[in-house]
T-cell receptor
Framework: NAGVTQTPKFRILKIGQSMTLQCTQD?????MYWYRQDPGMGLKLIYY???????DKGEVPNGYNVSRSTTEDFPLRLELAAPSQTSVYFC???????????FGPGTRLLVL | QKEVEQDPGPLSVPEGAIVSLNCTYS??????FMWYRQYSRKGPELLMY??SSGNKEDGRFTAQVDKSSKYISLFIRDSQPSDSATYLC????????????WGLGTSLAVNP
């Protein structure tokens, strides 16, 4: 199993551009999450999904959108990128019956 | 008051020392407690998972939960330079859609 994979590893965006951060897991986990991590600020939940077709907002959803059409994939869309979205983004997944989360390697995003 | 408090450190110890990392929390509904380790430029990885009160040991690592004091600890015995990382505590109450509440993380450096 590859676990949770994320692409790209690193990206530079100009203000106002848009992009999609990809997240795929091959563990058949029903729960999936998107976090951002900023220095000294910890992990902030952006969106989460409890299964295909079901998504909900987390703590900091503004400026982002998600979709979950399959169990495996949970892409995060940034529209109109802003410097405040410069961060490291982590995708995570969780299996049924267990509270622990398994993380991908992260995507570093720089918005200039 | 934040739901979870964690001293960010940094904590610097000599190789072989016993390390104690701690988190306090305010929500008595939390039942699941986790410690994650995050190496620089990597995603968090699960280290220890505990349900309710008590101790759990795994090799050089011991997780301790005191629900009466709303306090959790992670002890590292015979610390190694490879233990140098940021340690994050996380916790969750039942029926919270697996949304974890995270501490900010404690940065640990083990010096050879």
């Amino acid at each position: 199993n590859a676990g949770v994979t994320q692409t790209p590893k690193f990206r530079i965006l100009k203000i106002g551009q848009s992009m999609t951060l990809q997240c795929t897991q091959d563990m058949n986990h029903n729960y999936m999450y998107w976090y951002r991590q900023d220095p000294g600020m910890g992990l902030k939940l952006i969106y989460y999904s409890v299964g295909a077709g079901i998504t909900d907002k987390g703590e900091v959803p503004n400026g982002y959108n998600v979709s979950r059409s399959t169990t495996e994939d949970f892409p995060l869309r940034l529209e109109l990128a802003a410097p405040s979205q410069t961060s490291v983004y982590f995708c995570a997944s969780s299996p049924p019956g267990v509270e622990t989360q398994y993380f991908g390697p992260g995507t570093r995003l720089l918005v200039l | 008051q934040k739901e979870v408090e964690q001293d960010p450190g940094p904590l610097s110890v000599p190789e072989g020392a016993i390390v104690s990392l701690n988190c306090t929390y305010s929500n008595s509904a939390f039942q699941y407690f986790m410690w994650y380790r995050q190496y620089s430029r990597k995603g968090p990885e699960l280290l220890m998972y505990t349900y309710s009160s008590g101790n759990k040991e795994d090799g050089r690592f011991t997780a301790q939960v005191d629900k009466s004091s709303k306090y959790i600890s992670l002890f590292i015995r015979d610390s190694q330079p490879s233990d140098s990382a940021t340690y994050l505590c996380a916790m969750e109450g039942a029926g919270n859609n697996r949304k974890l509440i995270w501490g900010l993380g404690t940065s640990l450096a083990v010096n050879p």
